[in-house]
């Protein structure tokens, strides 16, 4: 199958490869910096637009930052949709507003073409090892000529429903990881300042109605002090962005993700847009004048 | 053994069985309603006051509401200290203020006798069952006393670490669940309101890091509409009321559970203080005028 693919980032880069080692061929737009040397010397081919990109693929995909990003790609004089072949597939992997995307998706398919929203979680890592976990909103039958490309990238792949349900899960993903990390940074400084042992407390929470993978993992973190991404706290703030511009546009009151937001934005002004998102017990922290230990 | 057992009420009651059950003789306090019909017939014999009870008991069991409760039973003219025979242990397994508990354990070893807190999780079906999780703070020798009763009452027993420190982890538990509530609230209400299924978020979302006991026990209840407790609202907002004392107390600033307090205190006004604390999603459908369906 021949591939566009539109942001060979940190993310995109190793999608494409496990794209392109699937035997398919890859389609690349090429900006003033080279493109990824694996890639060309495996056969990629470099278009001058988007445009020119779609005009060649039967299935264009995006991984780009934010919604500007993809609104941009897709619909600039020389974007995707100024070339795309009718009968062709548009996936965006990237995590951008839903409300938006079901526009984008409208106006793909009010050209001839189907679209995806194909947002992920799991980061680098998933990336590398092709193990993501894959939201997908969209059709039942976009879906399925879509699959055998996710099952290249991903392992948890899911169709939850029409456009714009895949960046609808994403968020609400990034909602739920986000104040559970609060809850345990919020849990574990209490202990630890009312003179428990963190590490015991966290073992015994473990066992009950308290058990998270947060409580695990990130729980795990903020005990050893090791703040190193992981998931940097600038990209979960941009995540909490999303989700509390479509709450506004909505009407929808998340006072708790409001304040991880804040708790976050103090991480920033100490220094911490590239700490792990577990840092923002800092936040807590330094509210506290105390450290977990 | 002869245990005195003082709060024969929906925990303490099947825990005294529990108790008597494995060959153990019970003291318990008359008062003005009857005892417990089948702890009577099992040979558990009434004494006028908690001191008369502390002055014929080996180790003395407290499971009362609160924090005034507990020192009224120890500390009143008639109580538990005014009787306790010297080298006897007395066991706290109320849910109290873990500082106040550190003052308590003080002035009961002070009087030659030992002192543990061992909150519970697990509520009344763990009572019931046998299966509550406890959490310990006390010494090693006190703890290793007790250890034999405890299996008698739960299954994941857990000695935190100095007296309070159960009290403290019991809160940081209360802590972390509520909060979780509130996250899988916000985020299925959020998914909900923008137009995606919640149960295919919910069941997306359970492969990866927002996976937790609560997404999976109380989230499924959010979606199916089923908020018969379970665990009452007004039970919750007690143990978030010894979370926020007690970070006062110590000068910590817990935000998100403060804010998490008062979306209970809205269900009590909308009548839900004896709705299932999962029921929290309520307030937030209530500020957003929307319902997860």
């Not at 637009?49 to 693929?57: D, H, P």
């Not at 526009?103 to 090892?129: K, M, Q």
């Amino acid at each position: 199958m021949k591939i566009g693919f539109v942001g060979v980032g940190i993310m995109g880069r190793p999608m494409a490869g496990h794209l392109q080692a699937g035997g398919h061929d890859l389609l690349l737009v090429q900006h003033r910096s080279p493109l990824p040397s694996e890639l060309t010397e495996g056969g990629a081919r470099a278009c001058a637009t988007a445009a020119e990109l779609a005009g060649q693929a039967d299935v264009v995909i995006l991984m780009l930052p934010d919604t500007g990003d993809v609104e941009q790609a897709l619909f600039a004089a020389d974007g995707v949709a100024a070339g795309l072949k009718p009968g062709s597939l548009v996936i965006d992997m990237s995590s951008i507003d839903p409300i938006a995307t079901r526009d984008f998706a409208a106006r793909i398919e009010g050209i001839g073409a189907a679209y995806l929203d194909a947002p992920v979680s799991g980061g680098e890592v998933g990336a590398r090892n092709a193990a993501l976990t894959i939201m997908v909103g969209g059709s039942e039958e976009a879906f399925e000529r879509a699959r055998p490309l996710f099952e290249r990238l991903g392992k948890n792949i899911t169709l939850i429903g029409p456009a714009g349900s895949g960046q609808i899960a994403k968020v609400a993903n990034q909602i739920i990881v986000a104040l559970n990390i609060e809850a345990v940074a919020e849990a574990l400084l209490f202990a630890s300042k009312a003179g428990a042992d963190p590490a015991r407390v966290r073992a015994a929470l473990m066992g009950g109605f308290a058990a998270s993978r947060v409580l695990e993992v990130h729980g795990q973190r903020m005990i050893d002090r090791t703040f190193d991404p992981g998931f940097r706290i600038r990209l979960h703030q941009k995540d909490l962005g999303l989700a509390l511009g479509a709450a506004r546009t909505l009407g929808l009151a998340l006072p708790n993700t409001a304040n991880a937001q804040q708790l976050f934005s103090s991480c920033v002004a100490h220094g911490g847009a590239d700490w792990d998102h577990s840092a923002m017990v800092r936040s807590l922290e330094i509210m506290g004048a105390a450290t977990i230990a």
